[in-house]
Nanobody
């Protein structure tokens, strides 16, 4: 299983970015997909997550600014980030709980990080 993330970059404060993450491989089902971030010198933290049933969870710091959506058929999750602030600067990691073909259990997978820099 691979998680391919894209969409990071440099944006000015108040701007927007959209991150995408696509899961591929021998996937039977995906229960949760989401995004974490890690800023220099800080622990990795949950930004937003969405279940296959549509339930979402957001960090308090991004509520009202970020939205998460997904395409179950494509095993893809999107993070729309609006009103970005310098404190949103971090490496963003895609994360998913996936059950692969031939397995009875869900395992957690991580994508490569994508850098988001908010600066004027």
């Amino acid at each position: 299983v691979q998680l391919q993330a894209s969409g990071g970059g440099l944006v000015q404060p108040g701007g927007s970015l959209r991150l995408s993450c696509a899961a591929s491989g021998s996937i039977l089902s995906v229960s949760v997909m989401g995004w974490y971030r890690q800023a220099p010198g800080k622990q990795r933290e949950l930004v937003a997550a969405a279940t296959s049933g549509g339930k979402t969870n957001f960090a308090d710091s991004v509520k009202g600014r970020f939205t998460i959506s997904g395409d179950n058929a494509k095993n893809t999750v999107y993070l729309q980030m609006n009103s970005l602030k310098p404190e949103d600067t971090a490496v963003y990691y895609c994360n998913a709980d996936i059950r692969t073909r031939g397995s009875y259990f869900y395992n957690q997978y991580w994508g490569q990080g994508t850098q988001v820099t908010v600066s004027s």
